[in-house]
């Protein structure tokens, strides 16, 4: 069985992190190097639309920004989380399908969280790392202002180190049948036209 752990998440993470600066546009998406029926490139997907999301969410926080122009981000973000969602599932499905064993422990206990769903958080960890150790090195910026983003890199490394030894332990958990982990779906409703009141009035 392939040895899925964190540490490997990490890299394709930071990889597509990387990639993505070297235009640094929201506008240029980076071509993903991985097989696309694989794991690996589900996650530097994942990863790619949560890097693109940042940058839109701070576009969209500029005061001045144009009415017309900041709608068309907002909904670019609205879109941006409904994918986002779906490949966070489509990561539940390939991972589980791949430790889930033939039976549970009688012991074994229900997780609140899916691997997908703690996974996607080690992404957004990876994201607040590279962008905190920007701020630790910009020059214009002031040494009190380094100094508390130094701090704050500390912090998110520290939970960048737990998370991923608690995605490892679940991981092994599941695949030993003594932790229950499902792919409970979102079940989004404002993207859908059946089901968003605004929306399906307007087709009346």
């Not at 752990?5 to 600066?21: L, P, Q, V």
């Not at 001045?64 to 981000?73: T, V």
Request: negative net charge; hydrophobic residues 35%.
């Amino acid at each position: 069985m392939r040895n899925w752990n964190a540490g490997e998440m990490i890299r394709i993470f930071e990889r597509a992190i990387d990639d993505y600066h070297i235009e640094d546009s929201v506008d240029i998406k980076p071509e993903n190097p991985y097989d696309k029926e694989t794991f690996y490139h589900t996650l530097y997907e994942k990863c790619t639309i949560d890097t693109i999301q940042w940058h839109l969410e701070d576009i969209i926080r500029d005061p001045a920004i144009d009415n017309a122009y900041g709608m068309e981000i907002k909904r670019r973000i609205d879109h941006s989380n409904q994918v986002r969602t779906d490949t966070v599932e489509r990561l539940d499905d390939q991972l589980l399908s791949n430790i889930i064993p033939q039976n549970f422990s009688p012991e074994a206990r229900l997780n609140t969280e899916s691997p997908g769903w703690a996974i996607d958080r080690l992404s957004i960890l990876c994201l607040k790392i590279y962008h905190m150790e920007v701020e630790t090195n910009r020059p214009e910026a002031d040494n009190d202002h380094k100094a508390t983003c130094m701090q704050k890199l500390a912090v998110l490394r520290q939970q960048q180190d737990d998370l991923s030894i608690a995605i490892n332990q679940l991981i092994e958990d599941i695949s030993s049948g003594l932790r229950i982990a499902k792919v409970y779906r979102q079940m989004k409703m404002y993207n859908d036209e059946a089901l968003n009141p605004v929306l399906y009035a307007r087709k009346k």
